[in-house]
């Protein structure tokens, strides 16, 4: 559990700064101890717990860097936040203090910058170090392995884990997972680079998924080797708990990012080719699909037809009950198509009263009979006490020659005139004429 208060240790001789700092630090809900001097600082880390040290460039026994180096030879410290304030311009300072251990430098004069770091810090591990989510593990070594697990569950993550890669893929095709982390050397079966590229093959469902190596090799053509067959980060062993947890943590908040603008976009797609009113396709989304259902019944030989509805007598039911009672017909329309019609069908709001449906794997006696169907159903609707009928077109799409969307389309079109001109509320049904 995340503590009320984070507590800093502050090294720092001057005074005046030990305010500025009290005044600052609390103002973001910290708990601050002061010291004037290293050893006294590095005592005081050794008795408690600190979230956070910020300490001066210069100290009376000691410079910071010297401090922090001091500080980093302690295992229990090697990652502990380390802030450095320095009066100092020189960008060989910077380097020094990096290679020191130091997590980030300040200049004294810009307290703000300070503020505004710790305030992103602070929200961070008051957020916890909890994760949500599944990892599948691949690891041989079952030592290894227990350590990795431990760190991992303790983030919050269930893990699945595996001894080798085959195993693996098996649970990858009933599971759900925000990240795979596998070892690279692997004694049976496939290596983790092997596993590694399946993953990454083009059209796998799992090309997007992020991937952490473990892996021995301290080599630059193998951690390039690594990334080239796809991995996302790598960690080298033996692990560190620290560094295992922050590239963890990275890789699955990506992750979620992701699937967050997925879901965005695919929302966002939706929404551009669905009808708001109807709740059915419009004619955008006819325009991307029709094409490929008509090329895909020519290639394979697969009979469609095409049901051309206009409502009847629509604007004299917008002219005498308004345009709710107009909006509510049509609507209910809409849903009535989505009741009758199959999942593959393809149902349309194609103009402001026309309907359109395109079916796959349907003739055109089935096609008749479905528009039968729908133009009975029509009947017996009734929208706000309001009776309706429709005008139906059929035409079957000829497998002997070839033919366009415009061409059946203009073919159903001109059976719905018929329909309109024989009295409404009918089935006509064409044929395409080469």
């Known amino acids: 559990m995340v503590p009320d208060k984070l507590t800093a240790l502050i090294i720092e001789p001057s005074t005046l700064h030990q305010q500025l700092m009290t005044m600052h630090l609390g103002g973001l809900g910290y708990n601050v101890v002061f010291s004037k001097t290293g050893k006294e600082g590095i005592h005081l880390l050794d008795q408690a717990h600190f979230d956070v040290v910020i300490f001066a460039m210069f100290l009376p026994d000691m410079t910071g860097e010297s401090f922090c180096q001091e500080l980093r030879l302690r295992k229990e410290h090697a990652h502990l936040p380390a802030f450095m304030m320095t009066s100092s311009e020189d960008k060989d300072v910077l380097e020094k203090a990096s290679a020191a251990g130091v997590t980030e430098l300040f200049h004294k004069d810009a307290f703000n910058k300070l503020t505004d770091y710790l305030k992103t810090f602070t929200e961070k591990v008051r957020r916890g170090k909890k994760v949500s989510g599944q990892v599948l593990y691949v690891e041989d070594s079952l030592v290894v392995a227990k350590k990795t697990m431990h760190v991992l569950e ?210 055109e006696a089935k096609a008749i009979e479905k528009a039968e169907h729908i133009r009975a159903r029509i009947e017996t609707l009734n929208p706000g006490q309001i009776p309706i009928t429709g005008s139906f077109g059929v035409a079957a799409l000829p497998l002997d020659f070839r033919c366009d969307f415009s061409t059946l389309f203009s073919t159903v079109d001109q059976a719905v005139y018929q329909a309109k001109e024989k009295g409404r509320n009918r089935v006509i049904v064409r044929q395409v004429v080469p």
């Open 154 to 363: 303790g983030l919050g993550l269930g893990v699945h884990h595996f001894t080798q890669a085959e195993e693996a893929l098996k649970a990858l095709e009933s599971n759900q997972y925000e990240l795979v982390v596998t070892d690279v050397m692997l004694r049976e079966g496939m290596s983790g680079i092997a596993f590694t590229r399946v993953l990454r093959n083009k059209g796998s469902q799992w090309a997007s998924l992020p991937i952490l190596a473990l892996t021995g090799l301290d080599d630059v053509a193998r951690r390039i080797e690594l990334f080239r067959a796809g991995v996302n980060d790598y960690v080298s062993k033996p692990v560190v708990d620290e560094e295992l947890i922050a590239r963890v943590r990275n890789l699955v908040a990506n992750k979620k990012l992701m699937d967050q603008v997925q879901v965005q976009q695919e929302q966002l797609m939706e929404m551009a080719m669905t009808d708001p009113l109807t709740k059915i396709n419009n004619r955008h989304y006819l325009m991307e699909v029709a094409p490929k259902k008509i090329n895909e019944s020519y290639r394979h030989k697969i009979p469609l037809s095409m049901i051309l509805m206009d409502l009847d007598h629509f604007k004299t039911i917008n002219d005498q009950h308004g345009h709710e009672i107009g909006d509510l017909v049509l609507a209910s329309t809409g849903a009535l198509l989505k009741q009758v019609l199959r999942e593959e069908d393809i149902a349309v709001r194609f103009g402001g009263e026309e309907f359109l449906v395109i079916m796959s794997y349907c003739d």
